[in-house]
């Protein structure tokens, strides 16, 4: 069974940066096309970035694009998330999955595996 564990999540300053970890085990990691998302209280859980099986092509929500970079390290089984120049409304609990559906997966319901979460907190 495919276990995702995220790490690196913490309070910040706008402006500043944080890099989100999440290791992957169970299975063999580059199966698998790995995604980032997040979610605030009372609103639904939105896509932030993704990246395929090989590393070779990713995807990102408009709101990101340019200060976001997700990134995969085969031999660690690891999927990063840098974020950089950080916003109040970056804010929320940041969850990484894992798809294991044929194509390249950038919406909820492509991913069946979820990790538990880690909280980024972006103060103004």
């Known amino acids: 069974q495919v276990q995702l564990v995220e790490s690196g999540g913490g309070l910040v300053q706008a402006g500043g940066s944080l890099r989100l970890y999440c290791a992957f085990s169970?299975?063999?990691?580059?199966?698998?096309?790995m995604g980032w998302f997040r979610q605030v209280p009372g609103k639904e859980r939105e896509s932030v970035a993704a990246?395929?099986?090989?590393?070779?092509?990713?995807f990102y929500v408009d709101s990101v694009k340019g200060r976001f970079t997700i990134s995969r390290d085969i031999a660690k089984n690891t999927v990063y998330l840098q974020m950089n120049s950080l916003k109040p409304e970056d804010t929320a609990v940041y969850y990484c999955?894992?798809?294991?559906?044929?194509?390249?997966?950038?919406?909820?319901?492509?991913?069946?595996?979820w990790g538990q979460g880690t909280q980024v907190t972006v103060s103004s």
């Open positions: 999955a894992a798809s294991i559906r044929v194509g390249f997966s950038t919406t909820r319901e492509g991913y069946g595996y």
């Open positions: 169970g299975r063999t990691f580059s199966s698998y096309v």
């Open positions: 990246i395929n099986r090989s590393g070779s092509r990713t």
